[in-house]
Structures are given as structure tokens and as C-alpha cells.
């Protein structure tokens, strides 16, 4: 209706102007837009009234049917337009946080920054070989094309140098406040609750992938010994907790609007799983934590504990993987593999506590050993556990059933196949020595 509303507009404003094609006072002013710093300059103030560069160039392809504008002149008012569309960036973000007056502005000098480039090329190879189309009457056609080849050349130029601009936005919005947290839903989009709804489920999809991220690391950090990252594990964590807040927040104003049944299953699952989620970046830090410990008081584990830990390690490591997949693609077939892993990973824990019972009657390690191992292989054990929330609640949600999570897992350990096929697999992969 909006594209109709802008053609029909258009065949408006082509009628009312074609009979100034014989007025002399209109060619008269036209002439002054021989002028390439007034065209530009009438381009920019034009669009920053209007507020808009397509209705702005209408405008202009309306006035190509006197007959009186000619692409010389066209070409620095089109430039002009697309710098004057800044102004509804730059409005937005009157009051706005660090990044969003950094995104008006990243628009702003992307503009300015192609102008500066290509007007004065323009010109340039204008002077050295003498474009014929220059002096040529364009028409409606012609402004379109001028436009699109002037965008296409603007996004090749500053594409490579996409870094460059990015620092140099950083340097002219400055951060004032320093603890300043990154605002991660504009709650205008509540207007459009089908929008909002993509928006938190990439928002989540990426909570999910920094939770995640995070409880790898701690799984390397594990098998190296290495904790050089542990500063990037806790800020990790606490950007977790960030998007939980704001989610979870905002998940419920989403609930409150006009949503269709299909959106509603998908914030339910949302809602169920941001715990969860926020629970695995929690035992990134208390394995963290654990190996911290470690260090501090010179404990290492003997060989064969070792061996074992990276055994476990191996299975929590490939179940968040696939519940990370199947979360983000909704992919029902990665997720009926979670389950079997996580009982695997439950059997894993137990056996490790027994062969360390064994190892402490043989005077081979010492309780203090004994309390670190137990908070490792919880920490361990427990992530696997949201993982398989995670996978459990992807398969529900796709089959539209209740959110009876306990029945469910229930229903798949004791009667279904495929699970004791994958259990038993997933057995051998990950067998002790």
C-alpha cells in the first residue's frame, strides 16, 4: 500500500508540474542549479524537510518532465538528497545512548565521506574527457540510475574501509559515561510486535552463543591449564547477565501485545530457556573458579584423573555444541542427540567419583583433591543438564505440544528407540579406560 501510495503521489506530482515546462520564471530559477554547490545544497535542505531521500527524488524525477533538468544538474542534488536523509538518523538519536549516536553518525560521514569522493571525481572525469550526457535532458529513468550507480560506487569505495570509519566514529561520539551498558532493544519496535519477536530470539541466539563461548574456554582452560582468559570468561558472563535482564524484561511487554500463536510459542520458549542459558555462563565461572583454586594451592590431579576429566570434558564440550546448533536453527534432529549425551555425561560423573573414592583408599590423592574434583564434575554435569532443557524445549516448542519438560524426558529415556540407539553410541565414544 506504502509503494502505491509513493507511485500514485508521483503521478500527481508530474501532472501538477507539466505545464511549467513553458513557464519562464521556473526555467529562470532552474538555471541557478547549473550551479553544482547550490544543486547539492538544495538537495540536502529539501530532504532534511521532507525527512526522506525517496520522496525527495520523486520530487525530482516529477520536475524531469518540463524537460529543464539535465543530468549535470541532477547528479550533485542526488548527492545532496542522500546527505540530507541523515537528518532522520541524527533526530533518533537526540538522547539516545553512546552506540545509537554513533550509528547516526556512522550514516552521516558514510554520506558526507562518498560526496567528498565522488562528487569532485565526477567532475574531475568530466573535465579530462567531456561526457557527452552531461548537458542531456534525463528523465525519470535517468535520476533512478544516477541514484543506484552513485550508491553501488558509494558502498564499493568504503566497504574495505568499513574499520577505518568505524574509529573514526568512535573518536567524534566519545563514551561520557563509562559504565555505560549497551541498550539492546529499542522498545519502539513494541509497535511492531512480529519484529520485536525476531529481535529477541537473535538477541537470545546470541546470549546463548557468549554463554557458550564462555564455557569453552573454561573447557580448554581445564585441559591446559592455561587461565590467561579468564578475565574474557567473567566479562562474558557478565554480558550474559545483561541480556537476560533486558530480555526478560521485554519478553514479558512482547506477551502483552497482539501476537499470533506461532509468536506466542516462541517467547514461551524464550522465556524458559533464558535461565538456563544464564546458568551455563554461571558454571563457566565456578569451573574457573575451581581451577583458580587449583592453582593457588598447588593441587594437580594425578594421571589418570586427568584422563578422565578430559573424557568428560569431551562429552560437555560436544553437547553444548549441539545444543547450541540445535537452539539457533531449530533443528529437532540435532536436539533428539542431546538427551542420550546428557545421560552419558550423568553416568560419567558418578564414575568418576567412584574411581576417585577408590584412588583416595589407595592413598593416591587426598580429600582436599576429592572437594575441587566434586565441584568440577558438578559444574560439568550441570551445564549438560541445561543443555538438554535447551534441546527438550526446541523439540516441544516445534511440535506445538504443553510445556511438560519432565514428562517429555521422561517419556524419551523409557520408550523410544532412537534414544537407546544414541545412549549407547555415545557410551562407546566416551568410554573410560
Known amino acids: 500500500m506504502g509503494f502505491a501510495v509513493l507511485i500514485v503521489g508521483m503521478e500527481y506530482m508530474t501532472a501538477a508540474v507539466s505545464g511549467l515546462s513553458e513557464n519562464e520564471a521556473f526555467t529562470n530559477i532552474l538555471t541557478i542549479f547549473n550551479n553544482p554547490l547550490l544543486g547539492l545544497l538544495a538537495g540536502i535542505v529539501l530532504t532534511m524537510i521532507i525527512q526522506s531521500s525517496a520522496a525527495s527524488i520523486g520530487i525530482l524525477q516529477s520536475l524531469t518532465t518540463t524537460g529543464a533538468i539535465t543530468f549535470g544538474m541532477a547528479v550533485p542534488i542526488i548527492v545532496g538528497q542522500n546527505i540530507g536523509t541523515c537528518i532522520t538518523a541524527v533526530l533518533s ?65 568504503f566497504w574495505p574501509c568499513a574499520k577505518l570509519l568505524e574509529k573514526l566514529v568512535t573518536k567524534l561520539v566519545k563514551t561520557k559515561n563509562k559504565n555505560e551498558k549497551t541498550t539492546l532493544i529499542d522498545e519502539r519496535i513494541l509497535n511492531t510486535p512480529a519484529v520485536a519477536v525476531i529481535r529477541c530470539r537473535e538477541l537470545s541466539i546470541n546470549m546463548n552463543r557468549y554463554a557458550c563461548d564462555g564455557m569453552r574456554m573454561a573447557l580448554d582452560a581445564l585441559s591446559t591449564g592455561d587461565l590467561s582468559k579468564a578475565k574474557e570468561i567473567r566479562e562474558f558472563e557478565e554480558t550474559v547477565d545483561h ?68 573424557v568428560m570434558a569431551g562429552a560437555v564440550r560436544e553437547i553444548l555444541d549441539m545444543s547450541e546448533v540445535c537452539f539457533a536453527k531449530n533443528d529437532v534432529t540435532v536436539a533428539s542427540e542431546v538427551e542420550p549425551l546428557e545421560q552419558v555425561v550423568d553416568y560419567l560423573k558418578e564414575e568418576l567419583k567412584r574411581r576417585h573414592v577408590i584412588r583416595l583408599q589407595n592413598s593416591q590423592c587426598t580429600m582436599e583433591h576429592g572437594f575441587v574434583l566434586s565441584d568440577i564434575l558438578t559444574s560439568l554435569e550441570r551445564v549438560s543438564d541445561h543443555c538438554s532443557n535447551i534441546a527438550g524445549c526446541v523439540i516441544e516448542v516445534s511440535g506445538h505440544e504443553s510445556m511438560d519438560m519432565h514428562d517429555y524426558l521422561r517419556g524419551v529415556k523409557t520408550d523410544d528407540a532412537h534414544f537407546k540407539e544414541a545412549y549407547n553410541s555415545y557410551m562407546e565414544k566416551y568410554t573410560l579406560e
Do not use: C, Q
Open 93 to 157: 538519536s537526540i538522547g539516545a545512548n553512546t552506540n545509537a549516536k554513533r550509528t547516526a553518525m556512522a550514516h552521516l560521514m558514510f554520506n558526507i565521506l562518498s560526496a567528498v569522493v565522488l562528487l569532485p571525481l565526477y567532475f574531475l572525469v568530466n573535465w579530462i574527457f567531456k561526457l557527452s550526457f552531461t548537458d542531456s535532458v534525463t528523465n525519470m529513468f535517468g535520476v533512478a540510475a544516477v541514484h543506484t550507480i552513485y550508491k553501488i560506487l558509494s558502498v564499493l569505495i
Open 243 to 310: 541480556y537476560e535482564d533486558e530480555l526478560g524484561s521485554f519478553l514479558i511487554k512482547v506477551s502483552g501485545t497482539n501476537i499470533t500463536k506461532k509468536d506466542s510459542a516462541v517467547i514461551t520458549e524464550m522465556m524458559h530457556l533464558l535461565s538456563d542459558i544464564e546458568r551455563i555462563s554461571d558454571h563457566s565461572v565456578d569451573l574457573l573458579k575451581s581451577l583458580e583454586e587449583m592453582k593457588t594451592k598447588k593441587i594437580e590431579f594425578s594421571d589418570a584423573a586427568k584422563k578422565e576429566l578430559a
